[in-house]
């Protein structure tokens, strides 16, 4: 199957396992290497990636406030792109987001936050 | 049946929520100062956001996005931040105008002065987003804003000249005061074409997970529930230039507004224009922020929706708890709710084409509508409509402000 990378990849929806909305397609990382064609390897996920697409100062502030939510934050977050499937009208990704670094802002506000609220 | 109930919720919902500050306002300023002379902007606006709910509706239905998140997709980041800020912003003035018209309402029944009552507004919009459900904030509220036929009910017995109103359903030039006249129009057309309303209505579209069956019902709903909802803004205009017109009274404080409906109905009138004001301005306000947040977190890509739990969608929640404290702080600040009504519709006017272009573009892609994309002629009447409402506000707006009005 044709993908265009821009059009059906980038910046698109992505569906967790649980059906849960796990972010955007932020970035993609592609493998060059001699004699071949670029690969795709990894989709990236989350603030970092996104704040240095729009300017890298701004990423690389974003980048020291997302690291205190603690591991695997502060830094892209990266999803092996066999792990990504299109199922439209988004993509389809085989993990937990819950259970990965995307949903720590997520469970972060709802533990500081939320859960604080009566009857929340 | 189930799908044609749903229409009927669909209309009375729409003519319900039509009314708010923004359309109350304008069309009692155009009234009060040329008569009928305005009514073709409302007209105007009217076809214009009927259209536009329509592909909103039509858009999620057939690709299952919402604008905001088809719209980042489809333009990438970069150029998604243009519309987001904008809209973004400017809907936050038109936020805090409605805040400030609840609690204006509340002014006119306790006597206190409204800032006051801005962070309990703004507390109860949250009580009502925070622990309502999405159906909950668009039939009961909207429902309840049944209540504003009241203006036609008075529209129609103080006996207006039929010939003469039905006479400025077409553009005409002004006879005075040429640049005031360009701003109430495009004021009116700023509150008629909230862009706000379409990226609601397709997040409700899709919190009610339409298919393509709904394309009928939605334009019924669009076409009738518009046109009804725009009648009452005429019958607005109408009262005014029945009851402000003949006395000489100009709109330039918004204690002035209660007068519309006391001087023809008394005690009874003074009351049933602080029920419509509080009622149609708290569901906006809920509408509007809930709007924002919506926009936000589909354009990241976050968990959303309004019948989800808070601690399901934390981020989205918290989005629209910041947004209505930021704009209930506005209010806060005494800003008078009458200057900041207008002119955050003249500027949403302004911003037309850089909201709605882009959704134009995406109603015209097949990737995502395929046979159902846009005709020509829904096209080209959006086209002109927003790009010539910009450049008219543009123009007005430094004209209007150096003319200290």
Known sequence: MRVRLVRDLLDNQLIDAADQNAGKVDGIVLELCDGEPARVRYVEVGPVTLARRLNRRFGNWVARLDKRLGEGRGEPIRIPISRISLEEPSLRVDLVAEKTPIMALEQWLRRAIVSRIPWS | ?405
């Open chain 2, 1 to 405: 049946m189930k799908r044609w109930l749903g229409v009927a919720l669909g209309i009375v919902t729409s003519i319900g929520g039509f009314l708010e500050i923004g359309s109350i306002t304008t069309a009692a300023q155009a009234g009060a100062e040329y008569r009928y002379q305005l009514t073709w902007t409302i007209v105007l606006g009217t076809a214009c956001i009927g259209l536009l709910i329509e592909m909103a509706g039509r858009f999620a239905a057939v690709s299952k996005h919402t604008i905001a998140d088809a719209m980042r997709e489809r333009f990438g980041i970069h150029f998604f931040m243009v519309p987001l800020l904008l809209i973004f912003f400017i809907s936050l003035l038109v936020l805090a105008a409605e805040i400030g018209g609840v609690a204006v309402a509340i002014e006119f029944l306790t006597g206190v002065h409204f800032p006051v009552w801005a962070i309990p507004v703004a507390l109860l919009a949250w009580g009502l987003l925070w622990y309502g459900t999405f159906s909950m904030i668009e039939n009961g509220i909207s429902a309840l804003g049944l209540i504003t036929i009241v203006f036609v009910i008075v529209g129609v017995r103080l006996g207006p000249d039929w010939h003469a109103l039905a006479a400025r359903l077409l553009p005409s030039l002004p006879d005075k005061e040429p640049a005031h006249y360009w701003f109430i129009a495009v004021s009116i057309l700023g509150a008629s074409v909230s862009p706000y309303l379409f990226y609601f209505y397709s997040s409700g579209a899709i919190e009610e997970k339409w298919d393509e069956t709904h394309i009928a019902p939605n334009r019924m709903v669009a076409a009738v529930g518009m046109g009804f909802g725009g009648f009452l803004s005429v019958a607005v205009l109408v009262v005014a230039a029945l009851v402000f017109a003949p006395r000489g009274i100009k709109v330039e404080e918004y204690k002035q507004l209660p007068l519309l409906l006391s001087i023809p109905w008394g005690r009874a009138g003074f009351l049933l224009f602080a029920g419509s004001l509080f009622i149609t301005c708290i569901g906006a306000t809920a509408e509007i922020t809930l709007a924002l947040a919506y926009e936000i977190a589909q354009g990241f890509g976050w968990n959303w929706g309004e019948d989800l739990e808070p601690s399901d969608d934390a981020r989205f929640s918290l989005t629209y708890t910041v947004i209505l404290l930021a704009s209930s702080l506005l209010v806060l600040t005494g800003i008078d709710p009458l200057k900041m009504t207008t002119l955050s519709m003249a500027l949403t006017s302004a911003s037309l084409p850089v909201a709605i272009l882009p959704f134009l573009v995406l109603m015209n892609d097949r990737k995502y509508l395929g046979e159902h994309t846009n005709g020509w002629l829904g096209n080209l009447a959006i086209v002109v409509i927003t790009v010539l409402a910009s450049v008219v506000a543009i123009v007005a707006i430094p004209l209007e402000i150096m003319g200290g009005s």
